[in-house]
């Protein structure tokens, strides 16, 4: 498919912006997950632009057709980058209003999962089963204890 | 271009300007409504007719803006894709007219707001146009038009909880979203065509380890967007924060639309099978591992979750077969689930509507206190569990007798798992049953009686009576996925409609 070659620099910095963007994407703070998600969909943009022949402008008129690039990489990427552009505002927004409801922008733990973690532990069921009333009859005894709230990793100083 | 194919579009199309108008009548919430019941309506008659259309004489294919096949885009209708759009228009129908039920006397939080209606719209043409799309670029543009609505009708009203769960939802999908898209950037480099009759011409062709490349990117893209075990994990945490309609939906439409990816991809662009024992492993694995988390949690929404991940197995277990049966038992499976998974969820929430929460701590007697509520909810319930007349067993049969029929050690095994994991959601089924409905009466319920509105109550249902209507018109039902499964394993009938003149 591809004539002109694609120079291994190029696919260096695929690779470059792919993997700063998966460690990235690893941290627990969203600004940081936002900037992974730009740098590893600029990598992935530039992937797929890379999949079709290099060459002159592709303009009927402009120049010989077969020296002419693959304007179809160059449609699909302009898509994506519309999509990505407007998937990491809204991204944007999702860390701010975390931050503004809760004073940090960090991906939090869920919290019913830890309640059935901290069961197991205890050796308890998570309700009473079928029909019988059992020990903890009373709804409020197993009500959600404040601090299973939110496991929030140490700030960093 | 005839009648039929200028329907084509229409299910994509009509939303669309749907969304577009209910955007312009933000401040006139009884217009707005009406638009949207009248667009959703619409899609289901086209649906319909399209349905019949496609069994009656083979895809309808329809080239946008006239441009023939390799070059511009087209939609088609074959049978598969027609039985998903005449499914999902009739659930997210009901499901808009159980959240108008809610929406009046609503207050606060919850308030129903001036974006809801557009959204929904976006996101149902969202899901038409990746069941239509005839192009794998335009697929991923479908899935990335339910994703950005997705993820409005998720973070909805922007509260805290909401905010927790959503933002974990846009971060997976969105990086389900690149490896999908380097997966098309591959294919497209590997064979210069993105058209899906062309690929399956063109990637035969491919060196073997080239082409099981590509498909397992395919397959771990829409692995994460179908919920498929080892990526499956976000799905429980995200869903039950949603208001109960989104739930429904979501829960009902979004991950089938993954399935329905890797049907489409598995029997059209990568036939044979390379990845059989791959994917009933990992199919085996999403049944059990699913079904003991729902037996663990105490929260209808949540169990339900795990059970939607959970029976998204069997559809996987069918795909993995590949053999006509195998495949028909799958799309007869995905097009109950996703009738009876939404009106589960919908069931959540009239009890949250009615109880005041959907915790299993606080439920009781709901039985005595709401019988139709009783009702509504048990015969969804035991329909998943696949207690024999339901459609729940006659999907089950099918695709446990697809496994016998292939035999050996691991289809053995698929056997079991699908056997052991309709015994445990039966469990889980008849756990929430038993505490919810009737245990004694606990201090949640015996508050005031709530009145629940009628339209909410109406649209529960009818899609209690969609999910009977798949029990007793299962025979032709079958036929139908038969037909389409046959299709799908021949390949010619899809490449021929969308390519008449052979490949150029």
Redesign the interface.
């Known amino acids: 498919?591809?004539e002109t070659g694609t120079t291994l620099v190029l696919v260096l910095v695929v690779g470059v912006l792919a993997g700063t963007g998966v460690t990235l994407?690893l941290e627990r703070s969203?600004t940081r997950?936002l900037l992974g998600?730009i740098l590893?969909?600029n990598g992935?943009?530039l992937?797929?632009?890379?999949?079709?022949r290099s060459g002159v402008a592709p303009v009927v008129g402009t120049g010989p057709v077969d020296r002419m690039s693959d304007p179809?990489?160059q449609a699909?990427v302009l898509?994506?980058i519309v999509?990505t552009f407007?998937?990491t505002a809204?991204?944007l927004a999702?860390?701010y209003?975390?931050w503004y409801?809760?004073g940090n922008d960090e991906?939090?733990d869920?919290l019913?999962?830890r309640q059935?973690a901290e069961l197991?532990a205890r050796r308890e069921l998570?309700?009473?089963?079928?029909?019988g009333?059992g020990p903890d009859g009373d709804?409020e005894q197993?009500?959600p204890e404040p601090h299973l709230r939110r496991l929030r990793r140490t700030e960093e100083p | 271009m005839t009648g039929h194919q200028a329907l084509v579009p229409l299910p994509v199309v009509v939303p669309l300007l749907g969304a577009a108008l209910t955007l312009l009548l933000a401040n006139r919430p009884r217009l707005q409504r009406d638009v949207s019941v009248v667009g959703l309506s619409t899609s289901l008659v086209v649906a319909v007719v399209l349905l019949v259309e496609a069994y009656r004489h083979g895809p309808v294919v329809v080239r946008i803006g006239g441009w023939p096949p390799p070059v511009g885009i087209v939609l088609v209708a074959d049978q598969l894709a027609a039985l998903m759009v005449v499914v999902s228009s009739a659930v997210t129908l009901c499901v808009l007219l159980y959240s108008i039920g809610q929406g009046q006397g609503e207050t606060g939080e919850s308030a129903p707001l001036a974006i809801y209606h557009p959204t929904y719209l976006v996101l149902t043409a969202g899901v038409t146009n990746a069941f239509l799309a005839g192009d794998l670029?335009n697929l991923f543009?479908g899935f990335?038009i339910l994703?950005?609505a997705s993820?409005?009708l998720i973070?909805l009203g922007?509260t805290?909880a909401r905010?927790?769960?959503?933002?974990?939802y846009?971060?997976v999908s969105?990086?389900s979203?690149?490896i999908f898209?380097?997966g098309?950037?591959?294919v497209?480099?590997?064979t210069?065509t993105?058209n899906m009759a062309q690929l399956a011409q063109r990637l035969d062709a491919l060196p073997d380890n080239v082409r099981l490349c590509l498909q397992l990117m395919l397959l771990l893209a829409f692995g994460i967007k179908a919920a498929v075990f080892p990526l499956s994990a976000w799905l429980p945490?995200s869903y039950p924060t949603a208001p109960a309609p989104v739930t429904a939906v979501f829960a009902g439409l979004l991950t089938k639309v993954g399935v329905y990816a890797i049907i489409r991809t598995e029997t059209l662009l990568f036939p044979g099978g390379q990845v059989s024992g791959l994917l009933m492993v990992v199919a085996g694995l999403t049944m059990v591992v699913g079904i003991l988390g729902a037996v663990?949690?105490?929260?209808i929404k949540?169990i339900f979750s795990f059970t939607l991940v959970s029976h998204i197995g069997y559809m996987i277990f069918g795909v993995a077969l590949s053999t006509v049966a195998g495949l028909a038992g799958a799309i007869f499976y995905v097009a109950h689930h996703i009738t009876i998974q939404t009106t589960l969820f919908l069931v959540a929430g009239l009890i949250e509507e009615r109880a005041g929460s959907t915790d299993?701590?606080?439920l009781g007697g709901l039985a005595r206190v709401a019988p139709l509520l009783a009702v509504l909810f048990f015969v969804p319930a035991m329909n998943l569990a696949g207690i024999p007349p339901f459609s729940g067993f006659l999907g089950k049969l099918g695709l446990l007798q697809a496994g016998v029929a292939i035999g050996g050690p691991l289809p053995w095994a698929l056997v079991a798992a699908g056997t052991a994991t309709s015994l445990v959601t039966l469990y889980a089924a008849s756990?929430v049953w038993?505490?919810a409905f009737?245990?004694?009466p606990?201090?949640a319920t015996t508050e005031p009686t709530v009145r629940l509105p009628a339209l909410m109550v109406g649209a529960t249902a009818a899609l209690v009576v969609l999910g009977l209507v798949f029990t007793v018109a299962a025979g032709p039902l079958f036929g139908v996925s038969t037909d389409a499964a046959t299709d799908l394993r021949a390949r010619t009938p899809y490449v021929r409609a969308v390519l008449p003149g052979g490949a150029p």
């Open positions: 498919m591809n994407l969203l997950i998600i590893l969909g992935v943009n992937l797929v632009l890379i999949g079709g179809l990489t699909m898509t994506a999509i407007g998937l809204f991204l999702v860390a209003r975390s409801l809760d991906v939090q869920d019913e999962d059935v197991a998570p309700a009473p089963d079928l029909g009333e709804p197993v009500a | 670029f543009v990335e994703l950005a993820f409005v973070t922007g805290e905010i927790r769960t959503g933002s974990m846009v971060v969105i990086l979203s690149m898209l380097a098309v950037g591959l497209y480099a590997a210069g993105l945490d663990a949690q105490s929260d949540r299993l701590r606080r756990r038993s505490i009737w245990r004694e606990r201090l």
